[in-house]
């Protein structure tokens, strides 16, 4: 009787092309890969971009605070614009991060207030705080204040707006006829002091008085109105057009 051979174990049922496939989609997975690597996203525009999109659907109306904001020392401060002489756009977050580290150290949080908007880091200083009652003269504890500020941003920002407000009150006495006049000398004053004191470049201010024209709350209560007098710097995030 003939002996019956052995069968043969089944062998590797893919075709043979399927391994050097399946190496070459390997090979293009890790170069992707690589690339992703090896690419940088620009957090300062992507972040520009969101706060742009939520102001126009009106979420960030009167600014987003940064009060918990994290050290955002890890990204850079400071950009320039390619073919711009000495135009810079500032990192937001980092000027924000900056000012509210000082303000709480001096704990000066209840008069002054940084917030961040559209236009860039805005500083609001209460009149109480920066000025003597119906005068457009620097307190002591407002020029030191004023001082610090300026010396932590001047060459990190491109442009500041000093703007004056007040409140709706009919101001009775004094050198100034009206809110107007008022309101625009305390404008005039900062930005005086910032460029004498501050060692500000001047060609980066201006000083505007809106009198009572821009409340933040509505002028129907003492605590009200004296929220609406107040100094407001805006540390733009690009220069204005002109």
């Given at each position: 009787?003939?002996?019956?051979?052995?069968?043969?174990?089944?062998?590797?049922?893919?075709?043979?092309?399927?391994?050097?496939?399946?190496?070459?989609?390997?090979?293009?997975?890790?170069?992707?890969?690589?690339?992703?690597?090896?690419?940088s996203i620009d957090?300062?525009?992507?972040?520009?971009?969101?706060?742009?999109?939520?102001?126009?659907?009106?979420?960030?109306?009167?600014?987003?605070?940064?009060?918990?904001?994290?050290?955002?020392?890890?990204?850079?401060?400071?950009?320039?614009?390619?073919?711009?002489?000495?135009?810079?756009?500032?990192?937001?977050?980092?000027?924000?991060?900056?000012?509210?580290?000082?303000?709480?150290?001096?704990?000066?949080?209840?008069?002054?207030?940084?917030?961040?908007?559209?236009?860039?880091?805005?500083?609001?200083?209460?009149?109480?705080?920066?000025?003597?009652?119906?005068?457009?003269?620097?307190?002591?504890?407002?020029?030191?204040?004023?001082?610090?500020?300026?010396?932590?941003?001047?060459?990190?920002?491109?442009?500041?707006?000093?703007?004056?407000?007040?409140?709706?009150?009919?101001?009775?006495?004094?050198?100034?006829?009206?809110?107007?006049?008022?309101?625009?000398m305390r404008a005039?004053?900062?930005?005086?002091?910032?460029?004498?004191?501050?060692?500000?470049?001047?060609?980066?201010?201006?000083?505007?008085?809106?009198?009572?024209?821009?409340?933040?709350?509505?002028?129907?209560?003492?605590?009200?109105?004296?929220?609406?007098?107040?100094?407001?710097?805006?540390?733009?995030?690009?220069?204005?057009?002109?």
């Amino acid at each position: 009787m003939a002996r019956q051979k052995k069968p043969e174990e089944p062998g590797l049922s893919a075709p043979f092309y399927m391994g050097t496939y399946g190496d070459m989609v390997t090979l293009i997975l890790c170069f992707f890969i690589l690339l992703f690597a090896m690419s940088s996203i620009d957090a300062q525009k992507f972040q520009k971009a969101l706060l742009s999109l939520r102001g126009s659907l009106g979420i960030l109306k009167g600014g987003v605070t940064t009060e918990e904001s994290t050290d955002p020392n890890k990204s850079g401060e400071v950009g320039t614009s390619p073919g711009a002489s000495e135009r810079v756009e500032i990192d937001t977050r980092h000027v924000a991060y900056t000012l509210n580290s000082f303000l709480r150290s001096e704990n000066l949080t209840r008069d002054i207030q940084v917030s961040i908007n559209q236009r860039g880091v805005a500083v609001s200083i209460s009149d109480q705080f920066m000025f003597f009652p119906g005068s457009a003269e620097l307190r002591p504890e407002g020029r030191r204040a004023l001082y610090k500020i300026s010396e932590l941003v001047r060459d990190r920002v491109p442009f500041a707006a000093v703007e004056g407000h007040t409140d709706s009150g009919v101001l009775r006495g004094g050198i100034y006829r009206n809110n107007w006049g008022l309101s625009a000398m305390r404008a005039a004053a900062v930005a005086s002091y910032m460029e004498d004191e501050g060692g500000f470049d001047p060609v980066k201010l201006q000083a505007t008085g809106f009198s009572s024209a821009q409340p933040i709350v509505p002028n129907d209560t003492s605590e009200h109105r004296a929220l609406n007098r107040r100094v407001e710097i805006v540390f733009l995030s690009q220069y204005p057009k002109r």
